[in-house]
């Protein structure tokens, strides 16, 4: 029994255009997106490309944020002016007032959300990585490439199906540290 060999090739393409024709047709040959990686210097939506949507825990991580932050805002809003053995009287004014705790529990819970964003966004684009990456220096100058790695294709196959699918480079590729 062989084993079959896993093909890694990066195309290389001038516009987005050819780029996801070639998704296209390249889904179309049996490859599955699993398989397939863009990679490109601009942001490129998954819709832009045909692609399915990403799964990301960026807003379930968010939303732990603003509900910590919430929560911070509420215990400082309502729970610390009762923690005092008197509570301090102001004139006639109730121990909580409405407007100020609005804005505590308005500003703990946007900054605690956006720092749980941040870290969230972070986490998930894996940042920052010291393996080496399969990356040609073409998509720094504005071109998109595609990187196929799959276990099930023919090489000779695959390189000329993307030449004739608009690729100006088709190569190995090579993992090198970034």
């Known amino acids: 029994m ?3 060999k896993v093909v890694d090739i990066l195309a290389v393409f001038a516009d987005i255009g050819p780029a996801a ?3 296209d047709q390249l889904r179309a040959m049996g490859i599955h997106d699993e398989c397939m990686n863009v990679i490109s210097g601009v942001p490129v939506t998954e819709a832009m490309l045909g692609r399915p949507a ?4 960026v807003p379930r991580i968010a939303l732990g944020g603003a509900l910590l932050g919430f929560s911070a805002g509420a215990f400082l809003a309502f729970g610390v002016p009762y ?5 301090i009287q102001v004139g006639r004014q ?3 007032s409405g407007p100020p705790s609005v804005i505590i529990l308005f500003e703990l819970t946007m900054l605690i ?4 964003t941040f870290l969230g966004v972070f986490l ?7 393996r080496p990456m399969k990356y040609v220096t073409e998509v720094s100058d504005g071109k998109i490439a595609i990187l196929i790695e799959c276990p099930h294709v023919e090489e000779k196959k695959l390189t000329d199906a993307l030449k004739k699918m ?3 480079s088709v190569e190995p590729a090579e993992a090198q540290h970034l």
């Open 54 to 57: 990403q799964h990301t825990n």
């Open 166 to 168: 608009g690729a100006e």
């Open 21 to 23: 024709d070639a998704l």
């Open 124 to 130: 998930d684009s894996m940042f920052p990585n010291y």
């Open 94 to 96: 109730a121990p909580i």
């Open 2 to 4: 062989t084993e079959s």
């Open 83 to 87: 923690m005092y053995p008197y509570p």
């Open 113 to 116: 959300m956006l720092l749980s």
